[in-house]
């Protein structure tokens, strides 16, 4: 069984930053594709950024130029890097994984925007 563990979320103010971590039990490259997703209180999950098995990325419209996806082979570990955080960035953000028709979902990390 896959097992994904997020973590690096917290509490930060307006405009401040975080990294957030998941760390794979496979290697990650055995996956087609790899993402972040957040669900904020009474909204559906909706997809951050994502990262396909050939290092191609996708971000949604209000991730670009503030969030990046990134990943590590050898710890097998995908990373999220966000900027300029905004109230409405308060979610709890999710990593996906992806191979063929399974996917896996992490237990997921709480980011609380806030002054």
């Known amino acids: 069984q896959v097992q994904l563990v997020e973590s690096g979320g917290g509490l930060v103010q307006p405009g401040g930053s975080l990294r957030l971590s998941c760390a794979a039990s496979?290697?990650?490259?055995?996956?087609?594709?790899m993402g972040w997703y957040r669900q904020a209180p009474g909204e559906e999950r909706e997809l951050v950024a994502s990262?396909?098995?050939?290092?191609?990325?996708s971000y949604a419209d209000f991730a670009k130029d503030r969030f990046t996806i990134s990943r590590d082979g050898p710890s097998n570990t995908v990373y999220l890097q966000m900027g300029n955080l905004k109230a409405l960035d308060t979610a709890v953000y999710y990593c996906?994984?992806?191979?063929?028709?399974?996917?896996?979902w992490g237990q997921g990390t709480q980011v609380t925007v806030s002054s």
């Open positions: 990262i396909n098995v050939g290092g191609v990325t």
């Open positions: 496979e290697n990650i490259f055995d996956f087609n594709y």
């Open positions: 996906n994984a992806r191979r063929l028709s399974k996917y896996w």
